[in-house]
């Protein structure tokens, strides 16, 4: 029977929370990679990962989903 640890020693505190209309929070001890297993975005303890699509600086947010598009 397979099963998924829940607690218990090792188990990373992470949390990921959604911003409505931005980014997603990613706090604790998380590793982000890139495609080829490369880590990225350093030992920050609090990143934010871009969903709208808009950054410049991606995967991480830059605060571009801040910025209303303009009705023509
Ligand atoms: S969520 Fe902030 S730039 Fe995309």
Do not use: Q, W, Y
């Not at 029977?1 to 931005?22: F, H, L, Q, R």
């Not at 030992?43 to 934010?48: I, L």
């Not at 709208?52 to 023509?72: L, Y």
């Amino acid at each position: 029977m397979n099963s998924i640890p829940t607690s218990g020693a090792g188990e990373s505190d992470v949390t990921i929370t959604v911003c409505p209309d931005g980014p997603l929070l990613v706090r604790g001890a998380a590793r982000i990679l890139d495609t080829e297993g490369n880590p990225i975005g350093g030992d920050r303890a609090t990143v934010a990962l871009c969903r709208c699509g808009r950054t410049s600086i991606a995967p991480f947010c830059d605060s571009s989903h801040k910025k209303r598009r303009r009705r023509t």
